[in-house]
Every structure is written in C-alpha cells, then in structure tokens.
C-alpha cells in the first residue's frame, strides 16, 4: 500500500472515531450546553476565562503536542517497523488516549476545574492523593530527562562545506533560531502586557518573524556549538527559569507562536504525504535485532509510542489549565476527544518521516534530526530544493519548539507540587523546589552518557501511561460511585496497567541483574530498575485505595466532593 493510502485510510478512522465513538463517549457523560461551567461560574478575566472553543482547541493541542508523539513513533519503527506502530496508534488513540483526555476534561469541569490530584482525594482516599502526587512529580522528572536530551541532540552538528565556502552547521542553525524563537517570545508576551495591542496585529509582526529567525539561524549556524554536557546544563537551566516567570511573560506568547509552528508542521507533512510521491522505504514489521529486553512487542512497543496512542501528562494538562476555559460542556468533545485524535495524527506524520528513508541512511541521526529532515524534504517539494537549508532548520526547530513547552509547564508542575506536599508558597520553597524538579533529572542525564534519552524513554513512556492508567482509575470510581456506566475507561484502564506493570516488573528485573552480575554502580539499568520497583509499590497502593472506595462506595450514598461543580451532585 502506498504512504497516500495509508494516510488516507488513518484520516477516515480517525475521523469516523471521533464522530461516532467520541458520540458515545459523550453521551455517557450527559453532557449539558446550558450548564454553567465554572469558567462561567468563577470569571475571573485570568484563570478562569470562557473561550471559544476553536481558540481553545488550538491552545490545548499545542499545550499537549510535545516530543512524545514524535519521538516515540520513530523509535518504536526502528525496532519493531511501522506496521504495529501504525496499527496501535490508530486503535490507540481512539479507544484509549481520546477516551482518557476527554474523560479527564469531563470528571474536572464537573469538580469544580480541580486538578486529577484533587479529584483522587475526593473520591478515592488523602493517602491515595499523596500517592498520585509523588508519583506525578517521578514522572514529570521523566519527562524532563527524555526531553532534555533528545532536544539537545538536535542541537549538535558538524560544518559542512557548501557552495560559495559557506560552511554550514544544521545542529548550530536549529540552536541560534530556537534560541531566537524563545527572545522573540519574551518580547511577544512584554509588549503584550505592556500596551496590549489586538492580537490580529501581534499574529502579523511575529509570525512572520517567527520564520524570520529561522531564516536567521541558517546564517549564524556557527556561533551556538557546544557539546552535549553543555546543552544539556542550558536546557535545564532554562527550565529553572522559565518555569519561574510570570505566565503572561513567555508562556503565553510561546504557546501562542508555537501553535502556528505546529501548524504549519502539521500542513507540511499533510502536504508532502499527499503530494510528495514518496516511497515506504522502512518495513512494516522486523524480527527482533539483540537479545534486548526492550525488543519485546508485549509491552514495549506500546510504552515506547508513549504519547502517540496515550499520555497521562494531558491529564494533568485538562485539569490544570483547560478546564477553567471551557465555557459549554459540550465543548469538551472537541477539545478533549479531538484535540487527541489530532495528536495521534501528528504521531503518523512523524512515523512517515522514518518511513520514507532507507535503512542505510539512518545510522547516526536520532528522532529529532530524522523528523527535521522528514518535514524538510515535505516542504522543498513545494519550496524547491534550493531551500532546503531553510526547510531543514525549521523542520527541526518544530520539533525544540514542541519540546520548549512542555519542559518548562513540567517543571512549573513539579514545582507546584512539591509546594503543595510541603504547604509552603514561600519565594524560598518555589527557588528549592523548581531547583529539586531541575536538578534531579540533571543527575539522571549524566549517568546515562552519549544519547542518555534512549536510556531512559522506555522508562519515561511507562511512568506517562500509568499515569494515564491512574487517571482512568479515578473516573472509573467516580463514574461507579455516581451509578454511571463506567467499562469505557475501565477496559482501556485495564490494558493500559497490564502493559505499564508488565514493563515496569521487567526493567525493575533487568536492574536487579545488572547489579548482581556488575555490583551496584550509578549507571541508567540500575537507576531505572529502582524507580521502576517504586514505581510499582506506589501503584500497587493506589490501586488498594481505589478497591476500598469502591467497597466503601457499595455502603454508602453518594457525596458531593468540596468543590464540585452542581452537575456532579445531579449525575445517576
């Protein structure tokens, strides 16, 4: 089958999904246009902001589209080829990831737009609450690692010699311009708050100058190139930072630009799937390479896709900020449910990337430089082989630009959390704890060496999909406490745990070896061995919190948790 067809045949899935499974999902929630949401309830112009749900839609899926489904397509291909990784990706996210985010977004508009946390200590247990909560910040610092370093893979390169002695550096090119991209940010969210001009009038100057700076970067490609050690520290140095500044200053404008890169992405490889005429070149299944436990179909495949089929960080996405912008909850179909089927899309044109190129050409270009040039040679079909440099640069600064926002959200995050568990809101205890959240995936990036990410992604796709499993977990009870039909997320909670636990009981099992044959030393097996049995003995208490409330919810009537929102209290 042709790289159209198959393109064409996902679209028609996806699009049948959301029409007829999202319906059902929906309807399961009895979903009410004229309920007040608290967006209605409790706006405030700054938290708490009805908004439309097309503006909306776009604010989420950027906030949500991350490296994840990039990264994790192109990895699992190299090893188990694309067949499997397009068939879990399709069914994946229709049955599972739409199911959670939307799920996700329902149960916190109906609690009052509380986070995931405060809906577990509302439903199931305090104890269950602190668990998700320690939980939550071991996989955000996950997140960090992965991100981190296969960001500051796409940051090296070597010169090459081009025409006219122009020497050329692609790593230097996508450094310079998504450092410019950042600055530009800056001064997008300062002039924003200080004269607050239309946003029609923004959207004209820094678009277009978005693509200025990467045009820009291809022509100072030699002045940002360090090693790995390096970009690693500024990475992480710039999440510190970054998560402590006011929203309105970057994060607001950063979201805002970048859903147009994202965009215009999307569009590219859109494009040059369909009018690209190129060839599937990768196979569509290979027979295991090693001896490596992370070969195994069941369950590595799917926790190496991570985010592509499901994510447990749009969760907290949904209850953190989306929530408490949406102003009908019918809204929530198209923002959860479609926003997911959107990025499970995203996650087929990044497989297409790797599909398209030969496997001898593969040796030394990680997920983030294969997608570059991928989105590169979308667009020079249109543009011409003569920009390529341009397309190039800008292919693989999408993807630092997914990655720039969920690493600075995850560190905000871990912040947040880490305030919450000791009840300190001090400027003290935000610098600490920012630092904690920072800091330890520093210590993990430099036990794992060159290419630390490939380490550590398995370990990364596990924790992000049990955290989903949680999640799920939750509405679960939630929906069986309040006498709904609850074995649309129970059977998806269900698949995903048995996957994530049976990945987390074999890495824990391959760091256990190591040390019994190497003796215990710091290094990536036996770091991810513990934290794969820690991760195992929180779920497993998590799970013994929820039988209970279940148990406890066969005795007793329904309460409404403090909070919620008066829908819950009319539900069953």
């Known amino acids: 089958m042709s790289l159209e067809l198959l393109a064409a045949a996902v679209i028609l899935l996806l699009a049948a999904g959301y029409v ?10 009895n979903l009410d246009p004229a309920a007040e949401t608290p967006a209605v309830q409790k706006n405030d112009g700054v938290d708490f902001v009805p908004t439309r749900p097309f503006y909306l839609l776009g604010q989420h899926f950027s906030a949500i589209a991350a490296a994840g489904p990039i990264v994790g397509p192109i990895a699992a291909c190299l090893v188990f080829g694309w067949g499997p990784c397009l068939i879990w990706i399709v069914l994946g996210v229709i049955l599972i ?23 577990t200590r509302a439903n199931i247990s305090h104890r269950a609450w602190l668990v998700l909560v320690a939980f939550i910040w071991i996989a955000l610092v996950y997140v960090i690692v992965a991100f981190t370093d296969v960001t500051a893979e796409t940051f090296l390169g070597q010169a090459e010699e081009l025409e006219g002695n122009f ?96 965009y215009l992405a999307l569009g590219a490889g859109i494009a040059g799937i369909f009018f690209g005429g190129f060839d599937i070149r990768q196979p569509a299944f290979k027979s ?28 907290l996405v949904c209850g953190g900020t989306t929530s408490k912008q949406i102003a009908r909850e019918t809204d929530c179909k198209p923002v959860g449910f479609g926003a997911m089927l959107l990025e499970g899309f995203v996650a087929v044109i990044a497989l297409a990337t790797i599909m398209i190129v030969a496997p001898s050409d593969i040796a030394g270009r990680g997920p983030g430089k294969l997608y570059g040039d991928g989105i590169a040679s979308f667009l020079t079909v249109f543009l011409g082989k003569e920009a390529f440099l341009f397309a190039a640069t800008f292919g693989a600064m999408a993807f630092s630009t997914f990655v720039f926002d969920t690493l600075d959200v995850a560190t905000r995050l871990g912040r947040y959390l880490l305030q919450e568990l000791t009840g300190s809101t001090s ?78 009981v074999i890495q824990a099992g391959a760091g256990v070896s190591h040390v019994r044959k190497d003796g215990f030393e710091f290094e990536p097996a036996v770091l991810n061995g513990i934290v794969a049995a820690g ?38």
């Open 427 to 504: 400027r003290r205890s935000a610098l600490l704890a920012t630092a904690a959240t920072a800091g330890a995936p520093l210590a993990v990036l430099f036990s794992g060496g060159q290419g630390a990410w490939r380490k550590f992604w398995v370990l990364f796709g596990t924790s992000n999909q049990l955290l989903a499993c949680f999640t799920l977990m939750v509405v679960t009870v939630w929906l069986y406490r309040t006498g709904r039909r609850y074995w649309f997320t129970l059977l998806p909670m269900l698949f995903v745990l048995a996957v994530t636990v049976s990945a987390l």
């Open 535 to 572: 991760m195992l003995a929180l779920a497993a208490m998590f799970i013994y919190e929820s039988v209970r409330a279940v148990i406890r919810a066969r005795n007793q009537p329904m309460k409404p948790p403090p909070g919620a929102s008066y829908r819950l209290q009319q539900v069953g």
């Open 20 to 29: 007829l499974y999202g319906r059902f999902v929906a309807g399961q929630y």
């Open 97 to 119: 990831g739409a199911v959670h985010d939307f799920s996700a977004l329902v149960a916190s508009v109906r609690h009052g737009a509380h986070s995931v946390a405060e809906i």
């Open 167 to 262: 020497a050329f550096n692609k790593g230097g090119a996508v450094a310079a311009a998504s450092t410019m991209y950042l600055l530009l940010a800056l001064l997008m969210g300062w002039i924003q708050k200080r004269w607050n001009p239309s946003m029609t009038l923004m959207t004209l100057v820094f678009v277009p100058a978005t693509l200025g700076v990467v045009w820009l970067g291809t022509k100072v490609s030699n002045v940002l190139v360090f090693d790995i050690g390096a970009w690693r520290l500024a990475i992480l140095a710039y999440c510190f930072a970054a998560s402590l500044l006011p929203l309105w200053l970057l994060q607001q404008s950063r979201g805002y630009l970048g859903g147009f890169v994202l």
């Open 288 to 315: 295991p390479a090693g001896s490596g436990f992370q070969e195994l179909l069941f369950p590595f495949l799917f926790v190496t896709i991570a985010c592509g089929a499901c994510s447990g960080f749009h969760g």
